[in-house]
Every structure is written in structure tokens, then in C-alpha cells.
């Protein structure tokens, strides 16, 4: 069965980095179109960053490019989000996920498999 695990998240003062990870398994992750989540106490989940068919198209939502870096590697059947120069904003549960391919990356009903999450505090 379909199983994504995530790590890496903590508390971090603001401008520092973190790696999260997604360890999958159950699935042919190679060719799987993933996604990371946040959520915000009170807000909507919100796409983070999302690779595209094949992993050749990475995805971003604007408040988060140029600072985050979604990377996957496949031999190790991991996704990870390479997250600098953090802000409080940036303070969340943090998921990853898997999606249809054909599916718009950004909306959270696009995918049908989710982490546990991972807690990130900015401060």
C-alpha cells in the first residue's frame, strides 16, 4: 500500500534553512507526479511545490520561489524541499503527496495520497 513519511521539520530563527524529506514506498515513485503541502493553524492547505510527469517540471507558489527547492530521488524513492532563508510566514505543517498526473499540481483534491506531515516553526 501507498506510504509517504515526512521528516526534517523543527524550529528554526528566521533566515535559516531546512531539508525536508518524503521517504515513499508502494508505489512506482519514478513516475509519480508529487507535491508538498503546508497548513497553516486556521488557513488552507496550499501547494508549496510540485513536480510535473517524469519530474522534469518543477513547480512553485510565489511566496515560496526563489527560497525552496523541490528535488527527488528516485533510487532512494524520496522527495525533498530544500527550504532557505525562512520566514515566520513560512511557519507550518508541512506534507508531501501524490498525485494523478493530469491533475492542476497546486489544488490539495488533486491528490490522493498524503503524509503524517512534518511541523516547521519559524521564529
Known amino acids: 500500500h501507498v506510504q509517504l513519511v515526512e521528516s526534517g521539520g523543527g524550529s528554526v530563527q528566521a533566515g535559516e534553512s531546512l531539508r525536508l524529506s518524503c521517504e515513499a514506498s508502494?508505489?512506482?515513485?519514478?513516475?509519480?507526479?508529487m507535491g508538498w503541502f503546508r497548513q497553516a493553524p486556521g488557513r488552507q492547505r496550499e501547494g508549496v511545490a510540485g513536480f510535473g510527469p517524469g519530474g522534469g517540471t518543477t513547480y512553485y507558489a510565489d511566496s515560496v520561489k526563489s527560497r525552496f527547492t523541490i528535488s527527488k530521488d528516485n533510487a532512494e524513492e524520496a522527495l525533498y524541499l530544500q527550504m532557505n532563508s525562512l520566514k515566520p510566514e513560512d511557519t507550518a505543517m508541512y506534507f508531501c503527496?501524490?498525485?494523478?498526473?493530469?491533475?492542476?499540481?497546486?489544488?490539495?483534491?488533486?491528490?490522493?495520497?498524503w503524509g503524517q506531515g512534518t511541523q516547521v516553526t519559524v521564529s
Open positions: 503527496a501524490r498525485r494523478n498526473c493530469g491533475l492542476n499540481w497546486v489544488r490539495p483534491d488533486s491528490y490522493s495520497y
Open positions: 508502494g508505489f512506482t515513485f519514478s513516475t509519480a507526479c
